[in-house]
């Protein structure tokens, strides 16, 4: 099993201010990586998939990078939307594997 | 637009079996060549994915609950459904379907709202 593993657990933020996330694989997961958003009492909503590819309808302040073990959320100036939980999901191995989450809150 | 709705009882008794449908609308569950998955989130917790079936019935289940879990589809209905027996207070969740591109790019793009799954007796 790919362990994944999201830092910081919490992350405090201004709006209008960056905020930078990251996830962490037990082993190579190469690009096969994607970003989740989930507010509370809503299911998660796909952000980033290919480590590094927006998906339909999402901003442009959101990116994602990396490749490998080491990947980064980049969220360019917080919105007031923006404050939530994100998970980051390895589908490099047939076990597919979420991390713990990073919570972004208002600072 | 794809949309997924679960539904399906939000109590079960311990050791009896949880049974979920996922309907899906906007788009047809037998074309496309996608996944259709199960994944659920324990009460304040993160996200565990339990299987995923094709529309020709092929399953994949995460072994830490393959021996209790059964996914099966229904073309003619546009649904596919979970199943999980024995349950204890630990299966106690949030469960939602999901849409799987496909067989290689198995991230969930298309998600049901979650339906909260309670074990007590």
């Known amino acids: 099993e790919i362990v994944m593993t999201q830092s910081p657990a919490t992350l405090s933020v201004s709006p209008g201010e960056r905020a930078t996330l990251s996830c962490r694989a037990s082993?190579?997961?190469?690009?096969?990586l994607a970003w989740y958003q989930q507010k509370p009492g809503q299911a998660p909503r796909l952000l980033i998939y290919?480590?590094?590819t927006r998906a339909t309808g999402i901003p442009a302040r959101f990116s994602g990078s990396g490749s490998g073990t080491e990947f980064t959320l980049t969220i360019s100036s917080l919105q007031s939307e923006d404050f939530a939980v994100y998970y980051c999901?390895?589908?490099?191995?047939?076990?597919?594997?979420f991390g713990g989450g990073t919570k972004v809150e208002i600072k | 637009q794809v949309q997924l709705q679960e539904s399906g009882p939000g109590l079960v008794k311990p050791s009896q079996t949880l049974s979920l449908t996922c309907t899906v609308s906007g788009g047809s569950i037998s074309s496309g060549g996608y996944y259709w998955s199960w994944i659920r989130q324990h009460p304040g917790k993160g996200l565990e994915w339990i299987g995923y079936i094709y529309y020709s019935g092929s399953t994949y289940y995460n072994p830490s609950l393959k021996s209790r879990v059964t996914i099966s589809v229904d073309t003619s209905k546009n649904q596919f459904s979970l199943k999980l027996s024995s349950v204890t207070a630990a299966d106690t969740a949030v469960y939602y379907c999901?849409?799987?591109?496909?067989?290689?790019?198995?991230?969930?793009?298309?998600w049901g709202q979650g339906t909260l799954v309670t074990v007590s007796s």
């Open positions: 999901a849409r799987t591109p496909t067989v290689t790019t198995r991230y969930f793009d298309y």
């Open positions: 082993q190579s997961v190469s690009s096969n």
């Open positions: 290919g480590a590094s």
């Open positions: 999901q390895q589908y490099n191995n047939w076990l597919l594997t």
